[in-house]
């Protein structure tokens, strides 16, 4: 469809898409969007950028509105009737953001329990009556315990499901699923399929087609991509000097370990190039203030493990620096993912060492298949 009137969603909705300026969905939203208003079960695949987040939104908000305007509003505290489960804090702030952009027209009400607040926190996001959570899988848990129901549950959404590594994710999965109502209409979403997605499609969902974009699992084409021979092991004179050529916007530098970001952070700090760092293994409140540091413009240079590479939406990464390959070419498809969003140009650069030309061939057959 060529614009978002078509799929005739409720014109508090079309308001506020205008509002925003949205008028023509993307090729995943207009895959997704009309069998979620159907009321069927998805499992959509898209590249990073693709706008698969609004494929969901939209028919949530849709439905949910429908069913209080048909005279059968929520009233009951904790009780919500679409439930969108995200892998960590970050990606669940975004997709609270991308809610209530479009919640001031429909009065529709979007809640969070996200790991890395208190519990006391939490638990004052949720009091009261709403229509969605957002969570991450062991708060649902924890909050099953303190007064959330999942009683009137009618969508479970389950987003950047390749993201959700822990390996108690899937008993949690099915636990969530098996205190809601028999048969929910369910969507999964993901940029690639893991071992651990097919594992969650294989346990929970039945008969559920796959929808995938053209464009999944390679590379958009608004993206440009530049391999840099690192000679002798040589990686720092050759980021020193990209980096004194000067750019705008913000730069995700990537490593393989914690150990290699702090040594690259080290060195660019005594050059006296202003950065910092996003990995596991600090303290959340620290990589928190890094990353809105970053998202805001205070500093350009983010160095960064996989930890960044899924789900973060941050408009002002122009590129995307490899300063390590990864091994495994999904985790090379998340990072690019970073730059070249939603239409956007992006420049990636990749430091290649002859270890890496195996990988390097792939991603040449990656982007001629574009």
Do not use: W
Not at 198 to 209: C, D, E, H, M, R
Not at 237 to 259: M, S, V, Y
């Amino acid at each position: 469809m060529s614009s978002f009137d078509n799929f005739k969603l409720l014109p508090s909705l079309q308001r506020a898409l205008s509002e925003k300026g949205l008028v023509k969905p993307t090729e995943i939203q207009n895959l997704i969007i009309p069998e979620l208003l159907n009321g069927r079960s998805v499992i959509g695949v898209a590249e990073t950028g693709s706008g698969k987040t609004l494929s969901y939104v939209l028919p949530i908000l849709h439905s949910l509105k429908t069913l209080e305007n048909e005279g059968k509003p929520i009233n009951i505290n904790m009780q919500p009737r679409a439930i969108v489960i995200v892998p960590t804090r970050e990606l669940g702030e975004q997709v609270s953001k991308v809610f209530k952009s479009l919640t001031h027209t429909t009065r529709l009400r979007v809640r969070s329990v996200l790991g890395g607040t208190t519990m006391e926190v939490a638990k004052k996001n949720i009091v009261g009556s709403f229509e969605v959570l957002v969570a991450t899988p062991g708060r649902i848990l924890k909050f099953l315990e303190r007064g959330l129901t999942l009683i009137d549950v009618r969508v479970i959404v389950f987003d950047e499901a390749d993201q959700m590594l822990d390996q108690s994710f899937l008993p949690t999965a099915s636990r969530i699923v098996k205190v809601c109502p028999p048969s929910p209409q369910m969507g999964l979403f993901s940029a690639t399929i893991s071992p651990v997605v097919q594992k969650l499609i294989t346990q929970l969902f039945s008969n559920v087609q796959v929808i995938r974009s053209e464009g999944s699992h390679r590379v958009v084409p608004t993206l440009t991509v530049k391999n840099e021979l690192v000679i002798r092991g040589k990686r720092f004179p050759l980021l020193e000097k990209l980096l004194e050529k000067g750019a705008k916007g913000g730069i995700l530098i990537f490593t393989n370990t914690r150990e290699q970001c702090d040594k690259l952070a080290a060195l660019l700090t005594e050059k006296e190039f202003k950065c910092a760092i996003y990995r596991g293994e600090m303290g959340k409140v620290e990589r928190r203030a890094n990353l809105k540091q970053f998202r805001e413009g205070q500093i350009d240079l983010l160095i960064s493990t996989d930890l960044a590479s899924r789900g973060l939406d941050i408009e002002r990464v122009g590129i995307v620096i490899n300063y390590h390959l990864p091994k495994e070419i999904d985790n090379y498809i998340h990072r690019v993912g970073r730059t070249a969003r939603a239409g956007r140009p992006g420049l990636v650069i990749n430091f290649v060492t002859e270890r890496d030309k195996k990988l390097v061939g792939k991603l040449d057959s990656l982007r001629r298949s574009r």
